[in-house]
């Protein structure tokens, strides 16, 4: 005869020869009535448990920003995965805010509490810490103070040198694509990665606008895009050449320039718009640049609570972080009003 399986304990919805390691991973099928076991599991990981929940694009930076959490507390070159999130107490995230307060702005030391504080959420959430310690270890107060903005908004005279230089690629393919990613950052406001995930059926080209699925939007929220008139005409010119077959909208290419059957990844973006900043006599250009472009040109039109809905931002005061228009524009504006006249 066969080797006798493992017999079930319906009282603790566990077999009683399994490993005590293994029994969250026991499922019931979803008439309730049948039990299996899937096999043994790794140790819960509350980093691992946070970033998993994060839109794709997301989990890179905030993983990035962690990394300040480990080199603060580890020392340089450690990594956070190496960090034992529930020994963490007070003293250390306290260490942690000080430290990185020396040598951060105010707003990146906010960023990297705001991350710890949501991995050692999901520490407790795993029962891997108890809440008296989870709320010592999260009660750090904000570090005040501001800073300039980061990045910059391309000037107009910019962004059409950005198009020439496509327009005047000798690799007609190319330049069309390239210019529909300048389309997407700078006439859009997408970030990399929404642009990057991006199918052919997302383009409505008769009502120039992107469906941006929340699958691959920062907060899992799906929206739609209205593109600036200049950059769906750019869009179109890239899915003429690019043709009708179903897929992504954007295509890789490899170095020597040839476009491949698979969609591009956000580094690519991140290189080719450095290649065009540099071929047009630009200083350097990232596309979250395009963003605050996009949104402070649109701050130029239209109110914040529109521009915030337009970017995708869940807070008003996360869009107008972004605002890079001239800081004479209360001036300009004031001198506008006509109240009385």
């Not at 393919?173 to 991006?198: C, K, N, Q, S």
Request: glycine content about 10%; some cysteine; hydrophobic content about 40%.
């Amino acid at each position: 005869m066969g080797r006798a399986g493992p017999t079930w304990d319906m009282t603790s919805c566990a077999p009683a020869a399994c490993d005590p390691a293994e029994r969250h991973l026991l499922h019931l099928s979803p008439g309730g009535a049948q039990l299996r076991l899937l096999g043994s599991a790794a140790p819960a990981d509350p980093l691992e448990t946070y970033l998993a929940g994060l839109a794709p694009g997301s989990r890179r930076t905030q993983r990035s920003v962690l990394a300040r959490v480990a080199v603060a507390l580890l020392g340089p070159g450690h990594e956070p995965e190496e960090l034992d999130w529930a020994s963490l107490t007070y003293a250390d995230t306290a260490m942690v805010r000080a430290e990185l307060a020396e040598r951060l702005s105010p707003a990146s030391v906010n960023q990297t509490l705001s991350a710890m504080r949501r991995v050692l959420k999901e520490t407790w959430r795993l029962g891997m810490i108890d809440v008296e310690q989870y709320h010592r270890a999260r009660d750090l107060d904000p570090v005040r103070g501001s800073s300039p903005p980061a990045g910059r908004a391309v000037r107009g005279d910019e962004l059409r040198l950005l198009l020439e230089v496509c327009r005047a690629d000798r690799r007609a393919v190319l330049g069309a694509r390239d210019g529909a990613v300048i389309g997407l950052l700078f006439g859009g406001g997408l970030r990399r990665a929404e642009a990057a995930a991006l199918s052919l059926a997302d383009f409505d080209a008769g009502g120039g606008s992107l469906a941006v699925p929340g699958a691959t939007a920062k907060g899992h929220r799906p929206r739609t895009v209205w593109l600036a008139p200049w950059a769906a005409e750019h869009l179109e010119a890239w899915t003429a050449v690019r043709g009708e077959v179903p897929g992504p909208l954007l295509l890789a290419s490899d170095r020597y320039g040839h476009l491949l059957q698979r969609g591009i990844g956000g580094e690519q973006i991140r290189r080719l718009l450095a290649r065009r900043a540099a071929e047009a006599g630009l200083g350097p250009v990232t596309p979250h640049d395009g963003r605050r472009t996009y949104i402070s040109a649109m701050l130029e039109v239209t109110d914040l609570s529109t521009v915030s809905m337009a970017a995708g931002h869940r807070r008003v005061a996360t869009t107008a972080g972004y605002d890079h228009r001239p800081a004479d524009r209360a001036a300009r504006a004031a001198r506008r009003l006509t109240l009385a006249e």
